[in-house]
């Protein structure tokens, strides 16, 4: 099974609707995280959360919000979603304690395309 | 903030070495990473520097100068299979990864 795991895989929605990603984790991770993905480009963090109760904006925020329901759930929202909101998005967790260098694990992606 | 440079493309043989480039530019340093990811697929972790120097991992390694801001990695005996996007990454001080653009390596028998 795998240990982070996102929902929907693939999503097709119209402008203006709320869409909601989820992502699940069995590793046991405080931290986690969103990203987004344009063709040819990096990885831009949209939110991260290092325990249940901390959540910080990351360097693309506007127009997402993110709900941190547990140590193992972290979902990502679109309010109302535009055609520039189009990408591949990934969810993320690490630990102080992680891997061997605190490094990310991530989830499978959730590819979003906004008509 | 951080400023992070690597090459948009690279092309090599099988069998051959291929050095792929990273520099940045960062207002705090708490390692960097590289991450390699296949067309599609979520990236996977590779390799970690936090102090100068090389860390070797079979056919992968990894070099790190913090006064240069200047890493890069190094893959031998390249297989096709190795025909992937790499991601550089560097951590700060928040403990937060900004990530590199990624370069995209195309192995060619």
């Known amino acids: 099974d795998a240990d982070v795991t996102q929902t929907p895989r693939n999503r097709i929605t119209k402008t203006g609707k709320r869409i909601m990603l989820e992502c699940s984790q069995t590793k046991g991770h405080d931290r986690m995280y969103w990203y987004r993905q344009d063709p040819g480009l990096g990885l831009q963090l949209i939110y991260y959360s290092f325990d249940v109760k901390d959540i910080n904006k990351g360097e693309i925020s506007d127009g997402y919000s993110v709900s941190r329901q547990a140590q193992a759930k972290f979902s990502l929202s679109l309010e109302s979603a535009i055609p520039n909101q189009t990408a591949l998005y990934f969810c993320a967790t690490s630990d102080l304690a992680s891997g061997d260098h605190n490094e990310q694990f991530f989830g499978p992606g959730t590819r979003l395309t906004v008509l | 903030g951080q400023n992070i440079d690597q090459p948009t493309e690279m092309t090599a043989t099988e069998g051959a070495i291929v050095q792929i480039n990273c520099t940045y530019q960062t207002s705090g340093f708490n390692g960097l990473f590289w991450y390699q990811q296949h067309a599609g697929e979520a990236p996977t972790f590779l390799s970690y520097?936090?102090?100068?120097g090389l860390e070797e991992k079979g056919r992968f390694s990894s070099f790190l100068s913090r006064s240069k801001g200047y890493s890069y990695l190094l893959l031998k005996e390249l297989q096709m299979k190795d025909s992937a996007s790499y991601l550089c990454?560097?951590?700060?001080?928040?403990?937060?990864?900004?990530f590199g653009d990624g370069t995209t390596l195309t192995v060619k028998p």
């Open positions: 520097n936090v102090l100068d």
């Open positions: 990454a560097v951590r700060g001080n928040a403990g937060k990864s900004t």
